[in-house]
């Protein structure tokens, strides 16, 4: 019998929106010339941290940092396996300043930090999540194949990669959200080829988007239990979702959409253990998307 629901997701870290702009272009989403409204991200990331509590999740808060405006992303922190910690390897200098806060949080809560070699690029959690006791993780746009093998060796854990070949969903996480052991919300279209039998091989029970809901960005949704907080539910999508018992529940982030980012993306799992989220499945219908 297999679970529902994820054996992680129930503890996050977070980092306020004081600083928060887009104040450069390094995805296909950021413009330079728009402007922030400051007052509103904060009251729609603080509504985000209260649908999370509510959900049942913990949030812990890493402290924001003056000139580093996309820290909020902290799903770019590195990746959680246990009490490990792999630090990002940045691809863009803007991003690159961001590390030593991270690792500092990290030390301080006692976890041991370990580096991926010098010259790799990788973005964390953004590019890598864990599924059927795999890690699957993204490449192309902003991290490299090459990361795969060493974060491999780090984690202990297999690593399924998947080549995002449409540059508006530059990351792993626009384009796949684990639900439970066997299920996901999968954006094939954002595939190679290979990467998208990859994926249907590992996900027997997918849904499965098209073009226009992905970028909606509602695969860059938090899942809590049996509660997915979306900053989009485009109406087919919710349908599927409360048939198979989620609960569906939209909070909107639209001034860190000017950025390239949603939920998922503001958000870091401090419980994941790579290795034991659930074991390889496989052998499911094939996908129709």
């Given at each position: 019998m297999y679970s529902q629901s994820l054996a992680w997701g129930r503890r996050y870290l977070m980092c306020p929106?004081?600083?928060?702009?887009?104040?450069?272009?390094?995805?296909?989403?950021?413009?330079?010339?728009?402007?922030?409204?400051?007052?509103?991200?904060r009251a729609q990331w603080q509504a985000l941290v209260a649908t999370m509590r509510a959900a049942g999740a913990e949030v812990?808060?890493?402290?924001?940092v003056e000139g580093l405006p996309d820290l909020v992303f902290t799903a770019n922190a590195g990746i959680v396996n246990g009490h490990q910690y792999v630090p990002s390897r940045f691809r863009h200098p803007q991003r690159q300043g961001e590390v030593a806060h991270d690792v500092a949080w990290f030390e301080a809560a006692g976890y041991t930090v370990s580096w991926l070699p010098e010259g790799m690029v990788h973005e964390g959690a953004g590019d890598a999540?864990?599924?059927?006791?795999?890690l699957v993780s993204g490449y192309r746009t902003r991290s490299d194949a090459a990361s795969h093998a060493a974060l491999s060796r780090l984690t202990g854990a297999p690593v399924r990669s998947v080549e995002?070949?449409?540059?508006?969903?530059?990351?792993?996480?626009?384009?796949?959200?684990?639900l439970g052991e066997r299920r996901a919300i999968v954006a094939p279209h954002a595939w190679d080829r290979y990467g998208a039998k990859v994926m249907e091989a590992l996900v027997p029970e997918p849904l499965v988007?098209?073009?226009?809901?992905?970028l909606s960005f509602c695969a860059n949704s938090v899942v809590v239990g049996t509660t997915v907080v979306m900053p989009a539910c485009p109406v087919t999508v919710g349908r599927r979702l409360e048939a198979w018992g989620f609960d569906p529940v939209v909070c909107e982030v639209s001034e860190f959409a000017k950025a390239g980012g949603a939920c998922r993306c503001l958000t870091l799992a401090?419980?994941?253990?790579v290795r034991m989220c659930g074991s390889e499945v496989g052998d499911g219908p094939r996908w129709d998307g």
């Open positions: 929106p004081e600083h928060f702009g887009v104040l450069y272009e390094i995805n296909a989403w950021m413009r330079a010339e728009v402007r922030v409204d400051l007052d509103r991200a812990e808060v890493l402290e924001p999540l864990p599924f059927g006791g795999a995002l070949v449409d540059e508006r969903l530059y990351h792993l996480d626009l384009t796949f959200c684990p988007l098209d073009d226009e809901q992905a401090l419980d994941v253990d």
